[in-house]
């Protein structure tokens, strides 16, 4: 829940954007004072049935409730607003199409504060599974747990109202047998398989798992002890029998207790089989044993054949796997089945295979995904099995086991945990999901499984009478007709339950989009394959704002058509041309909620429904806020808020409030915001350690718009001075008198067998302009190599940038482009992140010139702002330079200013940047004669004032330089040939005018010069 004061704002739409923002705290008023709001199901997981009057239970001491409902495809299907004493807890809708649905409820208290809340809830077709003898869909139900794992008893009708058929659940031996040979399986057993019973849901007993009063191991490794574990396996078939139940032994035993006596291995697994097996046969002859529930990890294959090799395959009747793929889609899992089936056949078994448990988490771990890939994946995953022979299929799990969403394990389920705030057992996507696929294939036999197009697949059941029902996905979406009868009817059902019913034109064939959530359809089908017929696109979507789209009609027929587009309520008709092409516009009308969208579209060809079209977009919000860490023309510290209107229409800013550390305020009050404009605010800030920044834009009758951030300290930037570099392959004369950045003497360099400067070293420098930032460089390199084109330069000479806005570690955006004179004489330039922008980078300009005799490389790039997505005003990025070395044997390694890029990729490990305006060539004095030039520059650093001076040896030999100011004086020994010297006097809050006087001493063959320069440096003040 979030809870925040509404002012005077109406939230009758509030909590509709807020899929799209960040939800934080911010320092305003208390929470303390919001409404409660809580979700509390009435119908037990908010499941309901065509027919059936939804209501959804909340309680609340609020006002008022305001609610809008969205269907699967995020189109709002209802929303309002009544008093709260009215609903009396609860909220009947008239919402009666099937599918899975997410409320977004908003409760106002009489004051105006306010508290955002929301719940899911199904509707499902009602089906009577209570006499059905398919098992093929099963689910792990955590029923014999003890924790908050446990869904309890009072899920197994909601298990069954889905058309799941099999509970995979266990029974402990070490809670059946508490004292030694009195086994004893305990009442909440019982009680589950009871349940299970009453709603017609199949057994499978897994057989698990270690007993204290026998070993202190997991797993059992002796014949003594394998004899008491049979003892308790025979004795759980005496319990629960072999009607409606199946067996597992053990799970997953070739990676459990690896650290134990039995050690996983496939010798102690059969050791156990040849016990158990003909043991519990003898009591029980109809038993069906199953295993051995491997997990499909480490060296499972020679695991495996070693199970098979010493004749486990002859104690089981059924093999059971678990082929996690996760986060990869299902399709990756058909290998480890097919490697499975193989290994078997060449032991001569053609037993059944069960998949006893395969599932995908949700969530914000790295590793998760969201909520409708998870349920896609899980019913593809079924398909793909069933189309592939699996005889069953146990998904894991039935209800998340917890409530933390950056913990994988938590969010495996096809419904919320009982403390989940959104209610107890609702529903995720992929129950419903699931509940469809029960429905559609419910005892119908395989046809087979065929695959179509470069992705696609089409696993077809026999719904008898000359009918069949076709599930059809596409990893590469795109169009696919079905051949059935011409004028016979197909319907078409989506993945959550949504049916059109489409007539086959005079070819024999209908249309449907085939993408990653299967569709099934049902009709005389005799087949399914690719199509370019009809095109459904559609415009990206700003919430708050109609969509536009286009539907094409390609006909390739020697007749001409008429048709008619049924799309977001209305209806457009249009003529297609014998062998031609048509186009008509949709439209789909504006809504506030933004989030994934699926648009679709009717094509009615000649007055028949013959084509059902549909495509995904992502609704954005219109407004965002964001938040910068920028630096003033002093250096001073600011966090630049934005409020970025991507509408077509204006909005009037009630308050951006904002927090920070101890401070907090609000801006831009009364602000009006015009259509795809922009308005900021700058807040001053002393940033010394980490810190967090929080940020609130409320507009009158829309809501609340959010964001978050982190702020680090800058430390000492590196300058880069305003400079337009010329791209010409030669240093610009006006860098020379910078001092640049050395890529030698900076540690050790990672590269294989380095040689010293010579082999590889380098001198950089940053500069930018109102359009570009440029990065000049001279490379010393020795031998110089690149036999590599576009993303794989890395891997020869070349450079790679890695730049982020903001201090180093604040930003997890990463700009990474590099640029290279490539072995084929091209200069190429590449992005590899982000990822999804990753190609050659728009408007990047690099030139690179190769001196071979002087064995240099020089490089000049200019990337403009807009390509990395900065704001050159705010004057801070971070940056990280990468020089790579590859000699003609491939990468030796490479040098970097900075970390971050070439090891793991880490823009904490960049190095701070400010743009400062200061032209490129400061105040300066040269002796050509004796070969030194010396510059002052007064500049701010985090708002102090520094006089940076610089002296560059162009002579023959090495130099002794003595800078000389106001502010105190700095020797430097040693100034090689070719080389500079550099020091920065602190300065306070401001520096007024002076000079520097440089000294440099040599000996030129034995004897001693001397020369003796003075640079006028200008005023600068440093404190705001």
């Known amino acids: 829940m979030t809870r925040r004061r509404s002012g005077a704002i109406s939230l009758l739409t509030a909590g509709l954007l807020l899929a799209a923002v960040l939800q934080i705290p911010t320092a305003l008023p208390a929470a303390a004072a919001a409404p409660t709001l809580t979700i509390v199901p009435s119908t037990v997981g908010n499941a309901f049935t065509v027919g059936q009057q939804v209501k959804l239970g909340f309680t609340t001491n609020a006002a008022t409730i305001g609610w809008t409902v969205r269907d699967s495809a995020g189109t709002e299907v209802a929303k309002g607003s009544a008093s709260a004493a009215s609903l009396n807890g609860q909220l009947p809708l008239a919402i009666g199409a099937p599918g899975w649905y997410q409320a977004d409820l908003t409760a106002t208290a009489s004051d105006g504060w306010v508290t955002n809340g929301g719940t899911d809830f199904s509707v499902l077709t009602p089906h009577d599974f209570s006499t059905s003898t398919d098992t093929r869909i099963g689910v792990a139900t955590g029923l014999g747990f003890s924790s908050g794992a446990n869904p309890g008893l009072g899920s197994v009708p909601l298990l069954a109202m889905s058309g799941i058929s099999t509970a995979r659940d266990e029974a402990f031996w070490a809670s059946a047998e508490t004292t030694p040979g009195v086994i004893q399986f305990p009442q909440k057993v019982k009680d589950y398989k009871a349940a299970l019973d009453a709603n017609n849901v199949d057994f499978l007993n897994i057989l698990d798992y270690g007993n204290p009063l026998y070993y202190p191991d997991e797993a059992p490794s002796t014949d003594e002890q394998r004899q008491a574990f049979t003892r308790y396996a025979v004795a759980a078939v005496n319990e629960f029998g072999t009607a409606h139940t199946t067996y597992e032994l053990w799970n997953e035993w070739n990676w459990r207790d690896l650290g134990g006596p039995a050690g996983g291995t496939a010798d102690q697994y059969v050791a156990l089989l040849k016990t158990v097996s003909p043991a519990v046969r003898a009591a029980h002859p109809d038993v069906k044993l199953t295993g051995p529930s491997l997990a499909v990890i480490s060296d499972w294959q020679a695991w495996f054949t070693r199970f098979a090799d010493l004749g486990g395959l002859d104690y089981v009747d059924a093999v059971t796997i678990h082929p996690y793929v996760q986060p990869n889609d299902p399709e990756a899992s058909v290998a480890y089945v097919n490697t499975i089936r193989s290994i078997m056949a060449a032991h001569g078994s053609t037993k059944p295979i069960y998949i006893s448990e395969q599932g995908w988490a949700t969530g914000t771990n790295p590793s998760a995904v969201s909520e409708p890939v998870q349920a896609r994946d899980l019913v593809r995953g079924e398909l793909l099995a069933f189309g592939n022979g699996v005889a069953r299929y146990s998904g894991y799990n039935f209800m998340d086991s917890g409530t933390d969403p950056a913990n994988v394990e938590h969010r495996f389920g096809l419904v919320r945990n009982t403390q989940d705030t959104r209610g107890a057992l609702v529903p995720k996507p992929s129950y419903v999901a699931t509940a469809v696929l029960a429905r559609q294939i419910d005892e119908l036999p395989l046809i087979g499984q065929t695959k179509f197009g470069t992705n696609g697949y089409d696993v077809a059941f026999n719904a008898g009478g000359g009918q069949s029902v076709h599930a059809v996905w596409s990893a590469t979406p795109g169009l696919v007709n ?212 929080a940020a609130s834009l409320r507009i009158a009758g829309v809501g609340f718009f959010k964001a978050s951030g982190q702020l680090r300290p800058v430390g000492t930037p590196t300058v880069a001075t305003e400079h337009t570099v010329t791209l010409d392959g030669v240093i610009d004369p006006e860098l020379s008198q910078v001092p640049p950045i050395s890529l030698a003497g900076t540690g050790t360099p990672p590269v294989t067998g380095w040689g010293g400067p010579s082999d590889l070293s380098g001198s950089l420098w940053l500069t930018h302009d109102s359009q570009n930032l440029y990065l000049s460089a001279r490379i010393t390199d020795d031998v110089f190599s690149q036999p590599n084109r576009n993303g794989n330069i890395w891997g020869g000479d070349g450079l790679q940038i890695g730049m982020t806005a903001g201090a180093p570690g604040e930003a997890t955006r990463t700009q990474e482009i590099g640029a290279a004179l490539t072995d084929a004489g091209t200069v190429d330039t590449w992005r590899w992140s982000p990822v999804e922008l990753a190609g050659t980078p728009p408007g990047v300009q690099a030139k690179v010139v190769r001196d071979a005799s002087a064995h240099t490389t020089t490089y000049e790039v200019a990337i403009p702002w807009s390509t990395l997505e900065f704001a050159s005003g705010d004057r801070l990025l971070s940056t990280t330079v990468v020089v790579n070395e590859n000699d003609g044997t491939g990468r030796r390694g490479w040098l970097t200013w900075g970390t971050g890029v070439a090891e793991a990729k880490n823009p904490a490990g960049f190095n701070a940047i400010r743009l400062d305006a200061t032209p490129a060539a400061p105040a300066g004095a040269t002796d050509a004669t004796f070969g030194i030039t010396t510059t002052a520059r007064p500049q701010c650093w985090s708002g102090a004032a520094v006089l940076p001076v610089y002296a560059y040896n162009a002579g023959s030999a090495p130099m002794d330089v003595r800078f000389t100011t106001p502010l105190g004086e700095q020797k430097i020994s040693s100034v090689g040939a070719g080389k500079g010297a550099y020091y920065a006097f602190p300065a306070g809050g401001s520096l007024v005018a002076g000079s520097l006087t440089t000294a440099a001493y040599r000996w030129n063959n034995g004897s001693p010069q001397y020369t003796r320069l003075t640079v006028n440096y200008p005023a600068i003040n440093c404190a705001g």
Do not use: C
């Not at 630096?631 to 409030?657: E, F, I, K, P, W």
């Open 482 to 693: 079905a051949a059935a009868p011409a004028g016979s009817t197909v319907q078409v059902t989506n993945m959550y339950g949504a049916v059109t019913t489409l007539t086959a034109d005079a070819g024999g064939h209908i249309w449907v989009s085939a993408g990653p959530e299967p569709v099934y359809l049902r009709g005389a089908i005799s087949g399914v394959a690719p199509s370019n017929r009809f095109a459904l696109s559609v415009s990206p979507e700003i919430a708050g704002d109609p969509v536009s789209g286009s539907l094409t009609f390609t006909n390739p027929e020697s007749t001409a058509h008429a048709f008619i587009v049924e799309a977001g309520g209305s209806q457009t008709s249009g003529n297609v041309p014998a062998a031609g092409t048509a186009s008509v516009p949709v439209t789909y009308p504006a809504q506030n909620s933004a989030g994934a969208r699926t648009y679709s579209a009717k094509v009615t060809v000649d007055g028949a429904p013959a084509a059902l079209l549909t495509t995904s977009g992502t609704a954005t919000a219109p407004l965002t806020v964001t938040g910068s860490h920028v630096l003033s023309s002093s250096g001073q510290d600011l966090l630049r808020l934005r409020v970025t209107n991507a509408s077509s229409h204006s909005y009037t800013v009630a308050g951006l409030d904002w927090a920070s550390g101890s401070g907090s305020g609000t801006l831009l009050g009364g602000t009006t915001i015009a259509a795809h404009g922009t308005a900021s605010a700058d807040v001053p800030l002393t940033v010394t350690a980490a810190s967090d920044w």
